[in-house]
Each structure stands twice: as structure tokens, then as C-alpha cells.
């Protein structure tokens, strides 16, 4: 059983606030030591890195930590291959840009339209230079992105296939393990959004074999930042986007350099995870066996939260779940969208914005998805995103104020 009671008093914004915070995948709550780590670093080390006295080195490392915590988070190889920048987007758009440069007119990108445009637009802007972009369809019965449709678009001119662990839409996993298998048959790449995956299951970027994937902290209890993963020898291909002889990965493509204190508030979010493992099962030594046992306990509890909420819309005769109407944690996580056979979605989500539910309306980015449901005239769908300081009571709120309206 999760602590409830413990972990919401490890973020202190939700004592802030009448809200009950269900919009999560837009942003979750930060946690105390994410907050801590920044003000440790502002009050104790606000110094510019590089130089000889103590101070400077102890600034150091407090960033080399933090960088080396995030690489044990993603369970990547080495530090290297972690790039932190302001946000998903942006570390997207700096990867579409120095790929173009190692690739010629006439190479081919696989998009989806599932994806947020985080994961769309930088590649689509690449075809002014001649790269050919190929569509990845969602089958709209199933919802589902089918193998065998990315098989049709692979060729050998293929660089790059683009697509996300978790839609922020639909919740539902995707099996990005078998995905990579495939891509890599075909001689591509593949990238990842893994934003909407990241706050609810642990990351193995080397068990999922991605060649890139990125998400963002300020969904993940940490500040507004986000990390761009690249295999090594990918990374080593690029020519970087820092002064010209600043050859060091992933300094290449952290021009000005991290954000110091951000990166510390990215280190104690991850402390925060850290201790939630430990305090639920006495803990471990190694910080990836416990970010394993916080990510188990997130799942089992989250799993539990979204049950009646699931039952709830998926019995409601006027409504209907946009994706898998199933609560099982292997198969989904705790996001889901939903339409109303009458009322608009701005509409529901109005009315219980009156009620104190932060829930939200709209297309959240993933445009093309939206689109292609045929979902823009009724102003795209309702998402609630559960995080697991939800309560279940916030739930069964949630619940009554929908059945009322
Ligand atoms: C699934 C998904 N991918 C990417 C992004 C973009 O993240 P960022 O705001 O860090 O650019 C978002 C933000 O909402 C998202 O939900």
C-alpha cells in the first residue's frame, strides 16, 4: 500500500491550492526535494563552475551528480549520453537540426500522428530541405499505431522513426522494444517521447533499445527542464551546437551550459523518488533498485486510483473513453480522455473547473491525432491525468460531479 499521507507531504503545492490537481500529464506538482536541491545550490554554491577553489569544485559536483542521477534514471550506458535542456521541445527541435546535417534530400523520416508535436513539427520542417516525411497511422477503431503498417513505410531510405512510449492522449503503452527491433532491421533509428511515460513507469532506455528518447522533469516532480537521451555513438556522429571547440558530449549540445541550480532540482526529484522507494520497502543500496521499487509502488497504486474512474466512464451510456478502456497498469497509465455524447468537452471540463476539478479540455498538442479522431468541433477531448498523490477520494469527487452534470 502506498503512503498516501507521506507522499503528499513531500509537495508542498498541493496544500496550496482548493484545486484537485487532475491535469498531471500537463504538469505534476513539484516535489520538496526538487525544491530544496535548487535553493541548496543558489544559497550554498551559486558559483560559476571550472575553477580551482572550493566553492567552484563543490558547484562541480553537485552538477556532475545530478547529471550522473539522471543517466542512472534512464539507465543509460554513461552520462554522455544525457542531455539536459529547457524542454522536450526545444531538445527535439536541436536534434532534428543537427541530424539534418548528416543527412541528404531524399532521406526519409516515419512520423505518427499520435504523437504531441514535440515529436512532429521539428521533423516536418526538415522536408524545406528536402526530407521526405512518412505517416505512421493510427488505426482509429483499435487505436492502435500497427506494426504492420510501419513495415509498409520502411525503406532503406529510412533515417529516423519518430513515436511515443505513452500517447498523452490515449495513456496506453506502447511496445517500444518491439518497435526499435523492428526499425533497427531496416538499418533507422528510432526516437522517443517518453514525457507521459516517464512520471508513472521506470525508464531502461538500454532494455528498450531507442536510439533517442526525451522527456520532460516538470511532469516528473522537478523543474521546468527536460533531458534528451542519445546513444553514444549516435551523439558522436553530430557536430554539436557550442562554440567550435567545445568537443566534449553532451557539453556539444548544452550551449551555456546546463541550467546549474535546475539540474540540482532535477537531482532531487530524483531523491524524491529515491526515498519513496525506501519508504515503502526498507530500501536498497542502489539508487536504480530503488527508483525500481518507488516506480512499483506508483504503478500498483496508480492502477488502483484509476479503476472506478475507468468504470465509471466506460458504463456511462452517454459517454465514450478515447483509447483502452482497460485499468490494467501493463497496459495503460493513469491518463485517460474521454468525449460526451452531447456536451462539448470544453463544456464538461468548464463545469467541473467551477466544481474545483482541474481537469482540462482540447487536443493537448497531439494536433494530428485530435484531427484525424475528428474530434476539433467538439473541442477535442477530456483528459484527466492521475498522479500518484491523487487521492481516491479526488477520484470519487471526480466521479460524482461527472455523473451530476
Ligand atoms: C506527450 C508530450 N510530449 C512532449 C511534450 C512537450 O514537452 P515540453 O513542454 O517539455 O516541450 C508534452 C507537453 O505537454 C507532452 O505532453
Redesign the pocket.
Known amino acids: 500500500m502506498l503512503d498516501l499521507s507521506w507522499v503528499r507531504s513531500q509537495f508542498p503545492g498541493l496544500g496550496h491550492t482548493t484545486d484537485v490537481l487532475l491535469d498531471n500529464?500537463?504538469?505534476s506538482q513539484i516535489s520538496q526535494s526538487a525544491i530544496s536541491g535548487i535553493n541548496d545550490f543558489l544559497t550554498q554554491c551559486n558559483v560559476q563552475l571550472g575553477a580551482d577553489y572550493g566553492t567552484s569544485k563543490e558547484a562541480v559536483k553537485r552538477v556532475t551528480q545530478a547529471q550522473s542521477a539522471i543517466s542512472t534514471w534512464l539507465n543509460a550506458k554513461q552520462s554522455e549520453e544525457v542531455i539536459v535542456g529547457?524542454?522536450?521541445?526545444?531538445?527535439?527541435r536541436m536534434l532534428s537540426l543537427q541530424l539534418m546535417k548528416t543527412w541528404q534530400p531524399g532521406d526519409e523520416v516515419i512520423i505518427t500522428d499520435v504523437?504531441?508535436?514535440?515529436?512532429r513539427s521539428c521533423w516536418l520542417d526538415l522536408q524545406d530541405q528536402g526530407i521526405v516525411i512518412k505517416h505512421w497511422r493510427v488505426n482509429t477503431e483499435t487505436h492502435e499505431l500497427e506494426i504492420s503498417e510501419l513495415n509498409k513505410l520502411l525503406c532503406d531510405k529510412t533515417r529516423l522513426v519518430c513515436c511515443?512510449h505513452?500517447?498523452?492522449i490515449y495513456g496506453h503503452i506502447n511496445p517500444i522494444a518491439d518497435w526499435a527491433e523492428v526499425v533497427h532491421n531496416h538499418g533507422a533509428d528510432i526516437c522517443v517521447?517518453?514525457?507521459?511515460y516517464a512520471p508513472h513507469r521506470l525508464l531502461d532506455v538500454q532494455a528498450l533499445g531507442v536510439d533517442y528518447y526525451?522527456?520532460?522533469?516538470?511532469?516528473t516532480f522537478g523543474p521546468?527542464?527536460?533531458v534528451l537521451y542519445g546513444k553514444h555513438e549516435n551523439l558522436q556522429r553530430l557536430p554539436g551546437i557550442n562554440h567550435r571547440f567545445i568537443k566534449d558530449t553532451p557539453y556539444r549540445f548544452q550551449p551555456g551550459n546546463v541550467n546549474y541550480e535546475l539540474i540540482c532540482g532535477i537531482h532531487g526529484a530524483i531523491r524524491y523518488l529515491l526515498t519513496l522507494g525506501r519508504h515503502h520497502n526498507n530500501g536498497h543500496s542502489s539508487l536504480r533498485e530503488n527508483l525500481n521499487l518507488a516506480y512499483n509502488a506508483i504503478a500498483d497504486y496508480e492502477q488502483q486510483l484509476i479503476e472506478p474512474l475507468i468504470e465509471f466512464l466506460y458504463t456511462h451510456k452517454d459517454i465514450r473513453i478515447i483509447g483502452d478502456t482497460v485499468a490494467d497498469k501493463n497496459q495503460r497509465v493513469a491518463t485517460v480522455s474521454f468525449i460526451h455524447k452531447t456536451l462539448s468537452s470544453q463544456d464538461v471540463a468548464q463545469q467541473a473547473n467551477q466544481q474545483g476539478l482541474g481537469i482540462r479540455y482540447g487536443d493537448?498538442?497531439?494536433v494530428a491525432l485530435i484531427d484525424t479522431l475528428g474530434l476539433r468541433n467538439q473541442h477535442g477531448v477530456v483528459r484527466v491525468s492521475l498522479a500518484h498523490y491523487n487521492s481516491p477520494e479526488e477520484v470519487s469527487r471526480l466521479i460524482e460531479v461527472l455523473h451530476k452534470l
Open positions: 500529464a500537463g504538469g529547457a524542454s522536450s521541445t526545444w531538445l527535439t504523437d504531441h508535436e514535440a515529436n511515443t505513452v500517447s498523452n517521447d517518453g514525457v507521459a526525451f522527456f520532460s522533469f516538470y511532469k521546468h527542464q527536460a493537448f498538442y497531439a
